[in-house]
Every structure is written in structure tokens, then in C-alpha cells.
């Protein structure tokens, strides 16, 4: 059985995305269903907010289905298998959005509209999860103008670290062998 993980993995990620399919049409039509014809009408604002949420999660679903729909060719023979959605990182975070817009939506749809501010959320969790990143960035261009001025303060921070740390024996015998040819 040639390219089973393949094949494998190709019918996992159709069956997810299906089940999103299925999940984020759903959704949709409860909310139309219950704010447009059971619930009394939405304000302009309730609208705009809907349309903003079903969007960034249509958009987001068809991102995730771009990238990871297995595609066939005219014999049924599998060409591409697309990208895991299992697995970690921006692909997760991808459908972990998708998941909570849905329950936004729900939300909304079934109680009130103020469900919508729980999106003040997401640029919380962006900035929690990219303050590391950028702290090690900053850090590093910190490293980089230190050593790009050569100022005497910061030789004198790098000096004493070194000055406390036993030099191996290979590091003597460079150190001595360089101060030979230097003094010669």
C-alpha cells in the first residue's frame, strides 16, 4: 500500500474541513433564522458586527481549505495532500478562531448582541503570545547596537564574563599560540 500516511492524511483533512463546512453553515442559518425572523430586529451596529464575524471566519475557513484540501486527479489518484490541520502552530490557531467566532455567534445569537466584545479578546491573546518574540527581538537588536558602537561600557559587560570562566585546555593553547605570533 503505497503512500498510506498520504492517503491517510488526505481523508483526516476532508473530513475536517466538511465538518467546518457543515459546522460554519450551520451556525450561520441559526443565527439568520433566530435574530432576522424569531428575535426582534438588529441595530446597523448588530448587523456590521455580524457580517464581521461570519466573514473573518468564512475567510479563515477558506484560507484552511486552500491549504489543506486534498486535491485528485482524473483517475481519482491522489496529487496533492495538503497540510496537516492538526497540526500546531498558526494552522491551530486558524481554526481555534473559527471555533470561537462560532460560539460568538451562537452566543449572540441566542441571548444578546454584546456577545460580539468578547472579539476584543483576540488582540489580547495576539499581543500575550508575540510579547515574547518581540522582547527577544529587542534584545538582540540591543545586542547588535552594543556592538556596533564599540563603546568601552559595553566591552567592559562582555570582559568580566569571560575574565570568570576557567578556559579549557584547547582555549590556553590557542590563546598562547596567538600571543606568540603576536609578540614575534
Partial sequence: MANAAQ?????QNKRILMFMLVADVTVNLLFILLRFF???PLS????LLYVF???SAGFVHYQLNRAAAPKYDSRGALLYVGQDLLQHGVTSY?????YFSWIIILLSSLTSTKFFALYLL???F????AFPLLRMGFQQLQKFRNQGTNDPAS???AEPATANQPLSKRQEKLRKKANKFQSA
Fill in 7 to 11: 492517503k491517510k492524511l488526505a481523508v
Fill in 38 to 40: 424569531v428575535r426582534s
Fill in 44 to 47: 446597523k451596529l448588530s448587523k
Fill in 53 to 55: 464575524s461570519a466573514g
Fill in 94 to 98: 486558524m481554526i481555534d478562531y473559527m
Fill in 122 to 124: 483576540v488582540p489580547i
Fill in 126 to 129: 495576539v499581543g500575550y503570545k
Fill in 155 to 157: 566591552s567592559e559587560q
